[in-house]
């Protein structure tokens, strides 16, 4: 069984900063790629921030030079700093990994972890 422990949320006012974690154990032989991905009231899901095991990283446009994601694959760990925080910033932000297990890949989701921004 794979866990994902997702920490870092909070309110933070417009400007301000923040770092989430998400760290993965369990069953895992190797990680492909861990992701961010948020989710505001009434909206879908959708992308953030991207990083392979290889560290090469990928955003969404809206968060190109405000976010940094990066990944420690000693720890199963990845962090999210999120700097020049906006008030649309505010979400429910999911860590996700796609990994290698029992003779197969597998995707699998934290619980999330709130980040409001206020104006």
């Known amino acids: 069984q794979v866990q994902l422990v997702e920490s870092g949320g909070g309110l933070v006012q417009a400007g301000g900063s923040l770092r989430l974690s998400c760290a993965a154990s369990?069953?895992?032989?190797?990680?492909?790629?861990m992701r961010w991905y948020r989710q505001a009231p009434g909206q879908q899901r959708e992308f953030v921030a991207s990083i392979t095991s290889a560290g090469s990283t990928n955003y969404r446009d809206s968060v190109k030079g405000r976010f940094t994601i990066s990944g420690d694959n000693a720890k199963k760990t990845v962090y999210l700093q999120m700097n020049s925080l906006k008030p649309e910033d505010t979400a429910v932000y999911y860590c996700?990994?796609?990994?290698?297990?029992?003779?197969?890949?597998?995707?699998?989701w934290g619980q999330g972890t709130q980040v409001t921004v206020s104006s």
């Open positions: 996700n990994v796609y990994y290698y297990g029992s003779g197969a890949s597998y995707d699998h």
């Open positions: 369990g069953n895992i032989l190797s990680i492909v790629a």
